[in-house]
């Protein structure tokens, strides 16, 4: 199992862009998938996005489609989202993810068995 450990939230005003980045730590694991997942108060936990190293497949939610892009390096189990065109309805605490192992359900929440803490990302109206 690895630790993602997130950073880069913050306050942005509606229409900017933030950029969060991820680094999941884990000794000689090495990552199979790395995503992003966000809550939002009163809300459930959704996915946003997820990025297969494999072969570089990358899935997106219908709301970040177009202006989120995932990406990052195996490597080094890093992976960061450049999130542009920010709306308030962005606002959530973002979850860095992550898996050591082939899942058929990228976008399913019990796919992950690695959650970072979290950081909080608010955007203004």
């Known amino acids: 199992q690895v630790l993602p450990v997130e950073s880069g939230g913050g306050l942005v005003q509606a229409g900017g862009s933030l950029r969060l980045s991820c680094a999941a730590s884990?000794?000689?694991?090495?990552?199979?998938?790395m995503g992003w997942f966000r809550q939002a108060p009163g809300k459930e936990r959704e996915f946003v996005a997820a990025?297969?190293?494999?072969?570089?497949?990358?899935d997106y939610s219908d709301t970040a489609k177009g202006r989120f892009t995932i990406a990052g390096d195996n490597a080094k189990n890093s992976v960061h989202l450049q999130m542009n065109s920010l709306e308030p309805a962005d606002t959530a605490v973002y979850f860095c993810?992550?898996?050591?192992?082939?899942?058929?359900?990228?976008?399913?929440?019990?796919?992950?068995?690695?959650w970072g803490q979290g950081t909080q990302v608010t955007v203004s109206s």
């Open positions: 993810v992550a898996r050591t192992s082939w899942t058929p359900a990228p976008i399913a929440t019990i796919s992950y068995d690695s």
């Open positions: 884990g000794g000689s694991f090495r990552t199979w998938i």
């Open positions: 990025i297969r190293w494999s072969d570089k497949h990358t």
